[in-house]
């Protein structure tokens, strides 16, 4: 079991580090999906962007892996109303399914990295 949850681990640290990273290489695409009532969008999408890319990183050391996991807990709740907003704006659209069945996975993702906290 250990060794499942090492590479997990890495399977993890690996996705939010890609993810983080095409915050800065597709900003467009998460821009338009933060919420009209928050400010500066492109603030936003480089500091989650970035939080991304800096909790993967801590993620893969022992030393720092329960603040990661911390932190990806609270990055996930604090993303979730971008995930609503795109479900929202997705309706009637092929992409509606796709981002209907993303957020039931916040949760999922939220046991993930609660699985390391310990």
Request: glycine fraction near 2%; avoid cysteine; aromatic fraction near 16%.
């Amino acid at each position: 079991m250990a060794q499942l949850k090492l590479i997990l681990l890495y399977v993890m640290s690996a996705a939010y580090l890609f993810t983080g990273v095409l915050h800065f290489v597709m900003p467009k695409f998460f821009t338009r999906i933060i919420p009209p009532y928050l400010p500066n969008p492109q603030l936003l999408n480089l500091v989650s962007g970035a939080a991304e890319i800096i909790l993967a990183i801590m993620l893969i050391f022992p030393q720092t892996r329960v603040y990661a996991a911390w932190g990806i807990i609270l990055l996930l709740i604090a993303v979730f109303p971008a995930n609503w907003h795109h479900y929202q704006k997705s309706i009637d659209t092929p992409m509606e399914n796709y981002t209907l069945m993303r957020l039931p996975f916040q949760i999922v993702f939220i046991l993930w990295a609660y699985w390391y906290t310990r």
